[in-house]
């Protein structure tokens, strides 16, 4: 198997620049392993491993229904759109591989006809229409002239709840339908995190239940990410963008079915909008501050006025649910046409959220579960959201994933604090899982610098100042071409007005101006381009070459001690007796300062600076850890002449 990749074989007959890469073989040979003993495998593989054909390849050649589920789009469309084809041309056996997004991704044939129909169509929806008679696969993705935010696109995609199934005319040519029909009959099927734990979560609620095909293996690729989404998939959440939806979609059924129109129903959703909107209302009342994560307390719903708005709006959820259903069977003579049966599947499929919003709102007022933290967040112009979140998810991932049946790989670039995987096993329940770490083939000691300063201020001291004056000189030496990693929006927006005015030729560009990749690809084609950044910037993000030079870090990644989940977790640690800080924070912020130096070094010619302003990585005992997760044999500095002099070299 590992032949294929090795010097003579397939990989060196496909493509022109054949590396060969033996950390790459020896990742390939573990998963192959692992697929056949069919026990657990978690893999660090270091930046230039070359670690989806690693993976791929053994996942190809077993004969077993794979499932490769990654963190990112960026990762999927790579596997999808380079990998798949490469492996075509490398495998003797032809194979059948397909991406399997949620439903809300797909153009709804029906949906867009009824829209069509009912409406003039102006020059979005006559090209959307246009797009739906030759695409084939109706992936919102192929669409790259329509807003990420357009209305439109709601208006013409459905839910799970709101499928008819075979009763639709459009059903043969449903692009969802076709998608899992493909899915079916797969060998390899790509998902996100998302939609991988949406599956679990579902067939855990509702045994027999399903979104993706039985399968034999799954691969979490940048598997880093999966407690975080896991939290999110095994807890309870209600925000006024759930609400909103909710109502949103009623009206949209009700347009489509005017017998539900007579029997009230509009005051119906309206009570829906009205209590919400009071509930909402209180609850930001009483959280106060915003853009940050809070705690609720324990007698937040207990309060007379809250609670009252509490019970109104659960009323009025059931109120909708029960009108909903009462007219979502169909007629007697079961003879309807496509929009009746559409808009009857949609109002079951609205009972069914209703009582699930219902339900939800019911775990997060009642906080009855000691095995959650209950928390609220009030973003600036984007709405509130309340949530019940797990403290722990290592034990649902051990019983939903690990234990589930499907023999399970994680992998990422960053699963190992110095050489140690403990943090990764504790969080996701990988106690049997066998363990490999593999490192990069690139050569740090001579492609990269790190740079340490010793003279700032601490950063609870004058630091942001001084720091942006140290920014100015680190770019000055790259003449831009740098990525600036923050760990919080307020460092962002202070470094965003500090460093307003950048000289010739220098172009900069802030998170927020343009979507994420759009803003990618400006800096890759922008020369001397200074990108400023934060959370999502700091992993995910491919610019090989001399367009990335320079990356500079403000401050180790902690998480705020302040957050609820992080608090809550930091608290069930020391219960336990055990360290904290050792134990959570710290192995979390070394990986995540692990993804944000990962953003330099892309492949074997790649040279440049990485720059960390928080001088408590040289200072700090514990700094020892953040120095011994970045490569090894990296040179480091604090001098900036000696940075200026490796430069010109």
Not at 6 to 22: C, F, Q
Not at 30 to 39: I, S, T, Y
Not at 415 to 435: K, P
Not at 586 to 602: D, E, N
């Amino acid at each position: 198997m590992t032949d294929l990749l090795a010097p003579g074989g397939g990989l060196e007959r496909a493509i022109p620049h054949y590396e060969d890469r033996a950390e790459q073989r020896l990742m390939s040979a573990a998963v192959a392993r692992a697929l056949e003993d069919e026990r657990p495998l978690i893999v660090e593989a270091g930046t230039g491993t070359g670690k989806t054909l690693a993976y791929l390849v053994p996942a190809l050649q077993s004969g077993k229904r794979i499932v490769v589920s990654t963190g990112t789009r960026a990762l999927q469309d790579q596997i999808a759109r380079h990998d798949i084809p490469l492996l075509r041309q490398m495998l003797a056996k032809p194979f059948a591989a397909v991406v399997l997004k949620g439903v809300g991704n797909y153009v709804c044939r029906r949906k867009l006809a009824e829209l069509a129909s009912r409406q003039t169509p102006d020059v979005s929806l006559s090209s959307l229409v246009d797009w739906s008679g030759h695409t084939e696969t109706g992936d919102r993705a192929e669409i790259e002239w329509l807003a990420e935010d357009a209305p439109l696109w709601a208006d013409v995609t459905t839910t799970p709840d709101a499928r008819i199934g075979p009763r639709c005319p459009y059903f043969e040519r449903c692009f969802i339908t076709q998608a899992r029909r493909m899915a079916e009959n797969a060998q390899l099927i790509l998902v996100n995190h998302h939609l991988y734990f949406a599956d679990r979560a579902l067939r855990a609620a509702h045994p027999g239940a399903r979104v993706l095909p039985e399968h034999d293996a799954v691969i979490f690729d940048e598997a880093h990410q999966l407690e975080d989404v896991a939290t999110e998939h095994f807890g309870a959440r209600l925000s006024t963008h759930k609400l909103a939806e909710l109502v949103r979609d009623a009206h949209l059924t009700l347009a489509r079915m005017p017998l539900w129109t007579g029997r009230g129903s509009i005051d119906v959703i309206s009570n829906v909008e009205r209590t919400g909107v009071t509930l909402f209302s209180l609850i930001r009342t009483a959280l106060l501050g915003g853009d940050a994560r809070v705690p609720l307390p324990p007698n937040l719903f207990a309060q007379p006025e809250r609670q009252t708005a509490w019970f109104k709006l659960d009323t009025a959820l059931e109120e909708l649910a029960r009108a909903a259903e009462s007219e979502s069977a169909p007629p007697p003579d079961d003879e309807e046409d496509a929009t009746d049966a559409g808009a009857r599947a949609s109002l079951a499929g609205l009972a069914r959220r209703a009582r699930s919003l219902r339900d939800d709102l019911a775990t997060i007022a009642e906080q009855t579960q000691k095995s959650h933290v209950y928390w609220g967040e009030v973003r600036t112009g984007g709405g509130t959201f309340l949530s019940a979140s797990p403290i722990d998810v290592a034990d649902l991932v051990r019983r939903h994933v690990t234990r589930a049946g499907p023999t399970a790989v994680f992998t990422s670039a960053t699963l190992a604090t110095a050489g140690d995987f403990s943090y990764a096993r504790a969080r996701l329940g990988l106690d049997d899982a066998e363990e490999l770490l593999v490192t990069s083939p690139f050569d740090y000691a001579t492609q990269a610098m790190l740079y340490v300063p010793r003279d700032l201020p601490s950063v609870a001291d004058g630091f942001s100042a001084e720091a942006a004056l140290r920014v100015r000189e680190l770019l000055d030496i790259t003449a831009g071409r740098a990525f600036l990693l923050f760990t919080s929006h307020r460092a962002l927006r202070e470094a965003t007005t500090r460093l307003a005015e950048l000289p010739a030729p220098m172009t900069r560009m802030v998170q927020g101006e343009a979507p994420k990749q759009i803003l990618v690809d400006r800096f890759r084609s922008t020369p001397h381009a200074v990108l400023l950044g934060t959370g999502s910037f700091w992993e995910g993000v491919d610019v090989p070459g001399d367009a990335l030079s320079l990356v500079i870090i403000d401050k180790l990644p902690f998480a705020p001690h302040t957050d609820p989940l992080v608090a809550a977790r930091m608290q069930a640690s020391a219960e336990a007796g055990r360290d904290p800080f050792a134990e959570l924070q710290l192995p979390a912020a070394a990986l995540a300062l692990k993804q944000g130096f990962g953003r330099l070094i892309r492949r074997r010619d790649d040279r440049g600076i990485v720059a960390i302003l928080d001088g408590r990585v040289v200072t700090k005992g514990y700094g020892r850890v953040f120095l011994d997760t970045l490569p090894a044999g990296l040179p480091r500095t604090s001098a900036l002449e000696q940075v200026r002099r490796w430069w010109r070299q």
